[in-house]
């Protein structure tokens, strides 16, 4: 076996291959605010419960009536005159009571 270092080697047409496919993965990071806004109203409510309330006081009167007469020229009736019993006022033989 002898070798040439003269000659140069042969090439040949290239074999192709199918293409192999590689994934290279980058990452960023975003920040998206998001406004959600919100309203609260206090309602205050009163309530007036209104209570009504009915004193009430009881009085008692006792009414005394009299009644005059001028009498002329009589006696005074039996047991009403003067040393005898007397009615009480307002009742007796005398006035609007009278009998």
């Known amino acids: 076996m002898h070798h040439h270092h003269c000659c140069k080697p042969n ?9 192999k496919c590689c994934v290279q993965n980058t ?7 998001h406004i959600h806004p919100q309203h609260t109203t206090t309602v205050n409510h009163d309530f007036y419960k209104h209570q009504h ?12 009536t009299h009644q005059h007469f001028n009498v002329y020229g009589q ?6 005159g003067f040393g005898g019993p007397r009615p009480r006022p307002g009742f007796g033989g005398f006035g609007p009571f009278g009998r």
Request: proline share 18%.
């Open 11 to 19: 090439v040949m047409a290239p074999i192709v291959h199918p293409t």
């Open 53 to 64: 309330y009915f004193p009430q006081t009881q009085s008692v009167e006792n009414e005394v």
């Open 27 to 33: 990452y960023s990071e975003t920040i998206v605010p």
């Open 75 to 80: 006696q005074p009736v039996p047991g009403y």
